[in-house]
Nanobody, 120 residues
């Protein structure tokens, strides 16, 4: 199983970006999917997640600005990020949870990370 993240870049405050993560293999439809981020000097944390049945979770810091979605036909999960702020600057990682939702600790597969930089 491989995850390939894309879509990061350098933007200004208030701009939007859409991240995409394509997963190979047959596990996508049964996996929960999530986006984590890690800023310099900080721990990696869960930003948004979507369960295998489509339920979603958002960290408080991104509620109302970020939207996670999945396309099971394309084996891809997206993170639409609007109204970006400098504090959103981080490396964003996608991950697949074999337990099927974000409450399971089984984040067994990880993408390579994509840098998002928001300038003020």
């Amino acid at each position: 199983v491989q995850l390939q993240a894309s879509g990061g870049g350098l933007v200004r405050t208030g701009d939007s970006l859409r991240l995409a993560c394509a997963i190979s293999g047959r596990t996508f439809s049964t996996s929960g999917m999530g986006w984590f981020r890690q800023a310099p000097g900080k721990e990696r944390g869960l930003v948004a997640a979507v369960s295998r049945i489509g339920a979603t979770y958002y960290a408080d810091s991104v509620k109302g600005r970020f939207t996670i979605s999945r396309d099971n036909a394309k084996n891809t999960v997206y993170l639409q990020m609007n109204s970006l702020k400098p504090e959103d600057t981080a490396v964003y990682y996608c991950s697949a949870n074999r337990g099927g939702y974000w409450g399971s600790p089984d984040w067994g597969y990880w993408g390579q990370g994509t840098q998002v930089t928001v300038s003020s």
